[in-house]
């Protein structure tokens, strides 16, 4: 066992650098109520030991003050907490409204991508040069007549075709093989959107340009953070998630060259193991990249 | 069998102390289970060499390593038992139960039956709980949250109508057979062979009854973890009615409402917020047992392809996010359950303790009311980021904000209560300090987590983890140690080990203080909660030295209750006889009898003339003037 203290006092203890536009602003509010708390803190201390201290049993010292109280002073010490939690509320709100007025924008040069988690690995899908996405987690039911993409599978041209006690396992087969987001083949949206390769692959965006992230999950609660951007949000099964932010620096820099995706809701034995790489490129780089290509 | 009477007593005193020694026991428990997670984060990897002594022999893991599942399980369990069996019936049921009648005047509580069939029913609620890690599906995986659709999935190689091995079987036996025979001595109080024999078949029959329906409801640990929220729930329930009811029709002839005890009215602002918002989670627990069985969808979604198979038994349509409202509606008025009887016992030791009145009592009392009523409004703030319209997180952030102004009056007025004291510097003393200096932290750190841009990054992170343990640890804790290092000498007639008593304070402070503070710092880099190993992540890994010192200094917080418990245990036989009021207080428990007589509570009847809190009242020669004392 080794142990001493230098590698401790070597970690940085401080926030992470932030690497996303609206960051900056959640940065300064974090940093201000430091501050008013560490104030507080300070002040509060300093009475309470100075009251240990001078109050204190000691010979010659037997009566203490018999008072019940002081209205002016407690109305003092209601008023101005009430202030300065009124003037942090304020602040909060102002911040976060003005990162969520991001999303209603609708700006025509965001980038989209559909993010869905499961059982311990991130999916990525890019929707391909029409920018839209498709639908997706729609699984075949035991009642269906069809499968989804109309071809035949195990002798059948759907779910209900087959025996009552095989159905279950052809369908789990099915979406192992073929379908395994659910994809809705009928979707013109969707045609031309990059699915296939979309387990545990790369979330590659551009540098400087708004990200919109829609967020789903497969099976259970999920969290999409990344800590050197600043966001962070669960996603729920069943219900779909948008989550912007516009990077601010291209991580070729970063150990590994990516940004950290981390998932922050327990999700399961491996939730520690789910993890994803978060790849800034420059523009140029992005249009380039070969996941923005129809791959029909 | 008078020995049975004795320990189904429904008497008030004691099930205080049988809530007492159950909440005691579940404490070593818990904190057993805290070190078992802090040993594994310290040293995560095989490789490291430090391999978990004696349990990783005894649970074979491999190379003596904790699994991820069962890290899991460990945490979950830490949590659940640290707050619905140790700190809840500790606060409210053991000092409830023991303080209300005695600090009001009244010889009972309204419902002594009912007081007695909380505690019985907690104790089988903890067993089921505990039942749980050798049911065939394994123990609770969801934390102590429980979010379907995690909790609703099946443990590995569990289905429902299994029925359990032996030894999980055994404990809930023994605890159901334990409330059939409360109920059976005290609804047919009659002694004699005869009687005894009948009362322990009927109670055994309701036992056999009660084990088969539970073995029914829950088939893995994590239905037994519904099951057992959902039964403590009931038994706190119970207690709360019990509460209430005593303290609004049993108090003795002039004790006015404001002349009662900060204690008293704490318990009372906890009685109400336990009466209203636990049907809430009982609710919830229901509809995630039906979950789990698969008759209902309140939480699961349609095409839900959980262990990457499809459930065509489960209808879908359900919404996840609706159990974190109903949870949080309950758990957040729940941790106010498990502050507010500290701050008003805690204001009762610093009053004594600094020879001094309350400062402000009725600002103490109108700032409690003001927590109750506004904990009701703050309970998505644990939902920030859950995928709720996050437009709502503005209203919960202002209301949650503004909860800091009467926890803040309550912090200056305990100031003002030492200011110009005259201070004694007892064990019970120095807990109730170090509670208001550690609730000051984890109070202020709740303004980081209310603010919801903040809260983006923080939000799930190993800061919620020191915010919590600030305030429920440092808070509940430490004023629950002051609560048993001041009220022993009345519950057990003997004084406890003062000596000891400090040594056990400042090494739990200071041990504390070097556990929880540096988690500040993990989780303002990020670092997420509930991870087995954050030691391959590029962004951690440089932090994985100051997690192994917060391990060695859990180890010196967990040796440091060793003082305690020696002090506990020794003082219980060997503790110097108590005189009736070792402390000079002025409230009616200690005015009366040295050790409260078993059926009346008091030797005279109870009388009160004026205020709890008459220290160094010019009135008398003495430095305390008592509630029932007559000046003419």
Known sequence: MKWDVAPILASSWWLPANHSEHGSGFDGLFTLILWITVGIFVLIHIVLLTSLIRHRNRPGRTKAWFIHGNNRLEIFWTIIPAIILTVVSLLSTRVWQSYHAMRDIGQPDAVRVLVIGQQFKWNVIYPGPDGQLGRYLLYPSTTDERWPDGQRFRGSNGPAALPQEKREEAINAYIEQINPLGKDLTDPLGTDDDWRNALARDLVVPVGRRVEVYLASRDVIHDFAVPLMRVKMDTIPGTI??????????????????????????????????????????????ERAEHVMVTP | ????????????????????????????????????????????????????????????????QMPPDTYNATFSLHATVMIFFVIIPLLVGAFGNFLIPLKIGATRTAFPLLGGLSLWLTLLAGMVLLAGPFLPGGAVWAGWTG?????????????????????PRAMVAVAALALGMFVTLNMFPRDGWFSFITQLAIATLAAFGMVMVIERIAFDGQSAWFLSLLLVGIATVMGAINYLATILKLRC?????????????????????????????????????????????????????????????????????????????????????????????????????????????????????????????????????????????????????????????????????????????????????????????????????????????????????????????????????????????????????????????????????CVFFPMHFLGTRGVPRRF????????????????????FSAFVLGIAQIPFVLNFLGSLIWGRRATANPWNVTTLEWTDAASPPAVTNFENPALVYRGPYEYNNPLVEEDFLPQSRLIK
């Not at chain 1, 990516?258 to 992005?286: F, K, P, Q, S, W």
């Not at chain 2, 909790?151 to 032996?166: N, V, Y």
């Not at chain 2, 984890?442 to 020191?466: E, Q, R």
């Not at chain 2, 343990?469 to 509940?476: A, C, K, M, N, R």
Request: with cysteine; hydrophobic share 55%.
């Open chain 2, 253 to 513: 002839e002039g004790m006015t409402f404001f002349r009662l005890p900060l204690s008293v009215w704490s318990l009372l602002f906890a009685a109400i917020l336990v009466l209203l918002a636990t049907p809430v989670l009982s609710g919830a627990m229901v509809m995630n047992l039906m979950d789990h069985h698969r008759v209902s969808s309140f939480f699961l979604p349609a095409n839900w392809l959980a262990e990457s198979r499809i459930h065509p038994e489960v209808t879908g349509g359900g919404y996840g996010l609706l159990h974190q409202h109903l949870f949080w509606f309950y758990s957040h008025p729940a941790v106010y359950v498990m502050i507010l009887p500290a701050f008003g016992m805690v204001s009762d030791i610093l009053s004594v303790f600094a020879r001094k009145p309350v400062f402000g009592y009725r600002a103490m009392v109108y700032a409690m009311a003001a927590i109750t009523f506004l904990g009701f409004f703050v309970w998505a703030h644990h939902m920030f980021n859950s995928g709720m319209n996050p437009l709502l997180g503005t209203t919960f952030a202002i209301s949650t904000m503004f909860i800091a102004v009467p926890s803040g009056i309550k912090v200056f007025n305990w100031l003002g209560t030492l200011w110009g004291g005259n201070i004694h510097f007892t064990a019970a003393m120095w807990n109730a300090i170090a509670f208001v200096s550690l609730f000051v932290i984890g109070g202020l750190s709740g303004i980081f987590l209310a603010s919801t841009p903040v809260n983006m990054h923080l939000h799930d992170t190993y800061f919620v983890v020191a915010h919590i343990h600030y305030v429920l640890f440092g808070g509940s804790m430490f004023g629950l140690f002051a609560a048993i290092y001041f009220w022993f000498p009345k519950m057990f007639g003997r004084m406890m080990n003062e000596a000891l008593g400090k040594i056990h304070f400042f090494a739990s402070f200071i041990a504390f203080n």
């Open chain 2, 532 to 551: 087995y190993d954050i030691s391959d992540i590029a962004s951690f890994k440089d932090l994985q030295p100051l997690n192994v010192f917060i391990t």
């Open chain 2, 147 to 167: 979010y379907p659709p995690l909790s609703a999935m099946w443990g590995a190689g569990s289905s429902p109508g299994m029925s359990w091995p032996i030894v």
């Open chain 1, 241 to 286: 998630g948008l989550l912007t932010f516009m990077p601010t620096k291209i991580s070729a820099d970063e150990p590994g060259g990516a940004y950290d995706i981390v998932c922050e809701e327990l999700c399961g034995t491996g939730h520690y193991t789910m993890r994803g790489r978060l790849v800034v490129v420059d523009n140029a780089a992005y």
């Open chain 2, 1 to 64: 069998m008078s020995i049975f009477r004795a320990i189904f007593s429904a008497d008030h005193k004691s099930v205080g102390k049988g809530y007492l020694f159950m909440g005691l026991l579940f404490f070593a428990l818990g904190g057993g289970l805290a070190m078992l997670m802090r040993w594994h984060l310290a040293w995560p990897k095989v490789t490291d060499g430090m391999p978990m002594p004696m349990v990783g022999r005894l649970m074979n893991w491999p190379g003596g």
